[in-house]
Each structure stands twice: as C-alpha cells, then as structure tokens.
C-alpha cells in the first residue's frame, strides 16, 4: 500500500504511456508523468484525456537529471523502467533530491536474485537481445545499496517477489 493522500503531488518517472500515472491519478492531487519520449508523452496524454483525468501533467526529462526543484513531491514512483537506466544511482539521488522530507520512493522493476552470478549474467544478456535499451536488472542487494546510499530509508521489506520482480519502498530521512 503506498497510502497516498488526497493533496499529494507524485512524479512518475518514466512513465511511458501514463499507465501508473493514471492509476495514481484518482488518489491525490497532481500526478506528473515524465519521459524521455515525446511520442510516449503523447500517449500518455490521450489516455489521460480520454480517462476525463485533469490532474495529470506530462514532460519530457530524463531519470537522471530530474527538471524540478528540490522537495518537489512527495512521492516518486518508477515502474518497470529502471532497468533502462544508465546511472540509477544518479536517478535515486535526483529521486531523493525532488521529494519532501518523509516523502517515498517507489520502484517496481525487475531484479535478478542475490548470490546467483551466473543467471544474473545469462538474464541480463538474454534481456539486451531481445531489447537494445535494457542496460541492466540489478540484484535486490544492488538496488537496496543505491537506493540507501542515496539518503534514503527502508520503508517496506523486500515487498513482492515474483519471479524476478521486486516492489520496494523507500522514504526521504528529514
């Protein structure tokens, strides 16, 4: 349970064609979709029209150089993207850099397991064949190491682990 509340304001980063942007629409005041992809935005943009969802806003921006000021937001959320990435440190620093104090951080993406160097090895390269901008599934210790190491707290345990799916979240100290 994320426990929005109705005056929050979220970002979700990378948001695609607004998919999670959208189911987080009706919770709380403002969802922020960004994306790298003008045509993804776009998207994004006729699904929220469609959804009659008037409190959506769409931009274009990358995950590691966030355009909003400091304490921006009080969650952050990242979906199925993070993989993407080519600095998450970066992103988890910017994450924690655009929230309030006590606001959270969610991400939702593959993982592959700790303590398995071979299938780590064996899934990353089967993910870059078949999809050219995949640059990495990082370990649940990984990202528990980026994501700490960026100020953040361990809100949830490890969540939900499907297969090699992780969902976790993270709160800004302060």
Do not use: K
Request: glycine letters at 8%; proline letters at 6%.
């Amino acid at each position: 349970v994320v426990h929005c509340r109705p005056a929050d304001r979220w970002l979700d980063v990378a948001t695609g064609a607004g998919f999670t942007a959208a189911a987080f629409a009706p919770l709380v005041a403002q969802v922020t979709g960004l994306d790298v992809s003008a045509a993804m935005l776009q998207q994004a943009g006729e699904r929220a029209r469609a959804a009659g969802l008037a409190n959506l806003v769409f931009e274009i921006g990358s995950a590691e150089s966030l355009p909003f000021p400091p304490a921006s937001f009080d969650g952050v959320v990242c979906r199925l993207a993070a993989h993407h990435f080519l600095s998450p440190p970066t992103f988890a620093a910017e994450a924690y850099r655009v929230l309030r104090p006590g606001g959270r951080l969610l991400v939702a993406d593959t993982a592959e397991p700790d303590n398995a160097p071979e299938v780590d090895a064996w899934s990353n390269h089967v993910e870059a064949l078949r999809d050219g901008s995949h640059v990495r599934n990082y370990t649940f210790s990984e990202w528990r190491g980026l994501v700490l190491g960026a100020g953040f707290t361990l809100e949830a345990p490890e969540g939900v682990r499907f297969l090699t799916r992780s969902r976790v979240f993270y709160r800004r100290r302060g």
